[in-house]
């Protein structure tokens, strides 16, 4: 893993020494390449992680399992009966973003349910979450959402070592079908168990060629080993790299989208999973990373129309580029 020399502390670091190292801004992305690339009309696909989970169905992308949904007041009364049987589970808000409202539940018996710092919650307390679910306080713009009950990931134990309890997420940037950066959030105590880097998980940049960590980062410092469990992310080791690469690719076939976030999963048995999709991925990658994203960006719109037609060429194209 190489030292911190891209992108020092952001206090140190002027516009120019910014621009310099490639670093792709909020205004920038906003207008060079989410306004450019995403047509409002298709942002449904991603907001929407029930639209989400059903595109992946409908193009054989692997997902979470789907255990339902609760849309409705009334419905919240029942919703121990929709999670009988099932030994773990999440609570998603349907149009949430930032991981704002999504519940983690590794076990319950119907009364106690423990969340994967080991912290109970009672029936009341998850009675009251999926009705501020539904009330819109955790969606986009404040609008009337729905709750999504997914299976919990049974991760892999090659990340044992590297994250606290929470399931880690691969994350890829997708630009027009390429995989143009990557890395890979994990899980701390501070964060309670989710992947969500302001929460204060840990985000290491893993290379596009083969998935190895590039660098790491938490609250935009660097580091160099995990804050609870001491593993040090040089070992880190990312199973079926091509199958992520494959994942995050495919998902450009399922939406028009043409700049978007795919969050991956490994599941002990099924693999890569998709968690879901964004539109607006956040731009902490590129710290986790140590460089910026724009180069790369640039480099995918400078290549002629038609210069990699199918899949398995733009993949090959970023692993060559983008190491």
Request: proline share 6%.
């Amino acid at each position: 893993m190489k030292l911190w020399t891209a992108i020092p502390r952001p206090r140190l670091v002027s516009p120019r020494r910014l621009r310099r190292a490639g670093v792709l801004g909020m205004n920038q992305r906003n207008s060079d390449y989410i306004m450019r690339y995403n047509r409002r009309a298709d942002y449904p696909d991603v907001d929407d992680k029930l639209r989400t989970k059903q595109l992946a169905i409908r193009q054989q992308v692997a997902t979470a399992e789907l255990i339902g949904c609760i849309k409705h007041q009334f419905q919240v009364k029942n919703f121990r009966e929709l999670v009988a049987g099932v030994p773990d589970f999440v609570i998603k808000p349907g149009h949430g973003s930032g991981g704002r409202g999504i519940l983690v539940i590794r076990h319950h018996d119907g009364e106690h349910f423990y969340k994967p710092n080991g912290e109970v919650w009672n029936y009341k307390l998850i009675y009251e979450h999926i009705s501020n679910i539904l009330s819109g306080l955790y969606s986009l713009g404040g609008q009337v959402d729905y709750a999504l009950f997914e299976r919990c990931i049974d991760f892999s134990d090659v990340y044992s070592r590297f994250s606290f309890e929470g399931v880690p997420d691969v994350r890829l940037i997708v630009f027009r079908g390429y995989p143009v950066m990557s890395m890979i959030r994990l899980a701390t105590r501070e964060s309670d168990g989710r992947a969500n880097l302001h929460q204060g998980a840990v985000g290491v940049g893993l290379r596009i060629r083969d998935g190895s960590p590039e660098f790491a980062a938490q609250h935009n410092r660097a580091v160099t080993r995990h804050p609870d469990t001491g593993a040090a992310f040089s070992e880190l080791r990312v199973p079926r790299w091509e199958e992520h690469l494959e994942l995050a690719a495919r998902c450009a076939e399922m939406t028009p989208l043409g700049y978007f976030g795919a969050d991956i999963a490994t599941d002990r048995r099924r693999g890569p999973l998709l968690l879901e999709l964004n539109a607006r991925p956040g731009l902490a990658i590129q710290i986790a990373n140590g460089q910026g994203l724009l180069t790369r960006l640039r480099l995918i719109e400078s290549l002629p129309p038609g210069a990699h037609p199918g899949r398995a060429e733009k993949i090959a194209f970023a692993r060559e580029h983008f190491a």
